[in-house]
T-cell receptor
Framework: ETGVTQTPRHLVMGMTNKKSLKCEQH?????MYWYKQSAKKPLELMFV???????ENNSVPSRFSPECPNSSHLFLHLHTLQPEDSALYLC?????????????FGSGTQLSVL | GQNIDQPTEMTATEGAIVQINCTYQ??????LFWYQQHAGEAPTFLSY??LDGLEEKGRFSSFLSRSKGYSYLLLKELQMKDSASYLC??????????WGAGTKLIIKP
C-alpha cells in the first residue's frame, strides 16, 4: 500500500465511449501526476498538478482531459480514444513537485481500447 | 537528446548477486532514482543517488558515477520475491525525470 489509490484497476472501452480514471492520495502531498506506461517503453509523463494548478502538459492529445479538484484527488477523463491508447495509466504524488523527491505511485488502471 | 539505457531483461539464480546497469545522458543532472515494479503493481522507490559512490540499503545497493553517466543497482542474496522490473530514472536540470524502459529481472530457483 503506497497511499495512492487508483480506480478502476481494469477498464475496457470502445472508441466512442467516455470514461474517467480516478486517483486519490492520503499522503498530504501537493503534487500529482499522470503517467502512461506501455509495454517495454519508458514511462511517459502526461500531466502534472502542483497545488491544484496544472504545471505540465506534455503535448497530450485533447482526448485526454485531466481534472484536479483538490490536492488529494486527480481524474483523467477519456473520450474517443484510439486503440494505441491502450496502456497502463499510473497516478503518482510527491511532496512538492519542485525538488528531487521520490514519487509514490498507485497500482494503475490497465486500459484496453477496442 | 536525453536518454536512458538499461538492459531489457536479466535472469539470475536465487541466492546469487545481480547487477543492473543504467547509463544516462541528460541536460544537467539532479540525481538518479531506482524504482521496483512487480507485475500489476505500483512502482515503489528504492534509491536516490546524487553524489558519486555506493549507497547500501540492506540487500540492495546503488552506485553512481556522474563523470561516466553511469549507475547500477546491486541486489544480493536474491530471493524469488525480487522478480520484478527495475526502473532507472535520471533527473535533469529542470527537475524533469527521464525514464528508462525498465529491466525485467527473472529469478530462478
Amino acid at each position: 500500500e503506497t497511499g495512492v489509490t487508483q480506480t478502476p484497476r481494469h477498464l475496457v472501452m470502445g472508441m466512442t465511449n467516455k470514461k474517467s480514471l480516478k486517483c486519490e492520495q492520503h499522503l498530504g502531498h501537493n503534487a500529482m501526476y499522470w503517467y502512461k506506461q506501455s509495454a517495454k517503453k519508458p514511462l511517459e509523463l502526461m500531466f502534472v498538478y502542483n497545488f491544484k494548478e496544472q504545471t505540465e502538459n506534455n503535448s497530450v492529445p485533447s482526448r485526454f482531459s485531466p481534472e484536479c479538484p483538490n490536492s488529494s484527488h486527480l481524474f483523467l477523463h477519456l473520450h474517443t480514444l484510439q486503440p494505441e491508447d491502450s496502456a497502463l495509466y499510473l497516478c503518482a504524488s510527491s511532496q512538492d513537485g519542485t525538488t528531487p523527491e521520490k514519487l509514490f505511485f498507485g497500482s494503475g488502471t490497465q486500459l484496453s481500447v477496442l | 537528446g536525453q536518454n536512458i539505457d538499461q538492459p531489457t531483461e536479466m535472469t539470475a539464480t536465487e541466492g546469487a548477486i545481480v547487477q543492473i546497469n543504467c547509463t544516462y545522458q541528460t541536460s544537467g543532472f539532479n540525481g538518479l532514482f531506482w524504482y521496483q515494479q512487480h507485475a500489476g503493481e505500483a512502482p515503489t522507490f528504492l534509491s536516490y543517488n546524487v553524489l558519486d559512490g555506493l549507497e547500501e540499503k540492506g540487500r540492495f545497493s546503488s552506485f553512481l558515477s556522474r563523470s561516466k553517466g553511469y549507475s547500477y543497482l546491486l541486489l544480493k542474496e536474491l530471493q524469488m520475491k525480487d522478480s520484478a522490473s527495475y526502473l532507472c530514472a535520471a533527473m535533469d536540470s529542470n527537475y524533469q525525470l527521464i525514464w528508462g524502459a525498465g529491466t525485467k529481472l527473472i529469478i530462478k530457483p
